[in-house]
């Protein structure tokens, strides 16, 4: 009786050992867990993730300066282009007041010579003498621009390639007429009304409509028509 007092008793402890066994390891397990998941938040703190961080932030800042460097060429470019057409604005100001410097006896002059010419060019093309002495008067400057010295070309009639800032050569004074008369046929612009020419002509190479008007009246070019 006593023996098998003993023995439950050892049997007894045998189980209360293994029910706290089992309660060991569970929390065992459980705390290398835990230890595992500390590691890894102290690995995203690491230094290969701080370099990843860097990297990334070298990238945003290379890429802001790539579009700064954009828009800084973006405004470099305008810029150019408003100093471009300052300067042509320049140009085509002085350009408008040149002929006007000239004295009116070699006004004159200029259309007596040229006259018969215009009035030849009218019974081939069309155009009336008034037209073609005073574009000629306003884009030559009555002889004296660079284009009519060094090109005979007495009305800056523009290259045939479309080059800019290109003029045709002329052999002559005379060719240069024959040209302008050439340059109106191709464009239309014979046998038509004064108004259509002077302002087709002024939108094509760049003359006032108003300057061609005060020229013709001035010098009452319309006689000759």
């Avoid at 309660?23 to 500390?38: C, E, L, N, P, S």
């Avoid at 046998?191 to 005060?214: A, W």
Wanted: with cysteine; glycine share 4%.
């Amino acid at each position: 009786m006593r023996n098998w007092k003993k023995n439950q008793e050892k049997l007894i402890k045998i189980i209360s050992g293994g029910f706290w066994l089992k309660i060991i390891i569970i929390f065992a397990v459980g705390f290398v867990f835990m230890q595992k998941d500390i590691n890894f938040q102290v690995d995203l703190k690491s230094p290969l993730n701080n370099d990843v961080q860097q990297v990334e932030q070298r990238t945003k800042e290379a890429e802001t300066s790539k579009v700064k460097d954009e828009l800084s060429d973006s405004k470099v470019s305008g810029g150019l282009s408003s100093l471009a057409s300052f300067a042509g604005a320049i140009f085509q100001s002085n350009h408008k007041n040149n002929w006007k410097k000239i004295d009116e006896d070699k006004v004159n002059a200029f259309v007596h010579r040229f006259v018969a010419v215009c009035q030849n060019e009218q019974k081939r093309f069309g155009i009336n003498p008034s037209i073609i002495l005073a574009v000629a008067i306003y884009q030559s400057e009555v002889a004296t621009s660079q284009q009519s010295k060094s090109h005979h070309n007495f009305f800056n009639i523009p290259c045939q390639s479309g080059t800019a800032d290109c003029y045709q050569y002329y052999e002559s004074a005379w060719a240069s007429f024959r040209g302008f008369s050439l340059y109106c046929q191709a464009h239309q612009l014979t046998n038509t009304s004064t108004d259509k020419i002077i302002k087709s002509l002024s939108k094509k190479l760049d003359i006032p409509v108003k300057e061609i008007q005060f020229i013709i009246e001035k010098y009452e070019l319309e006689q000759f028509d």
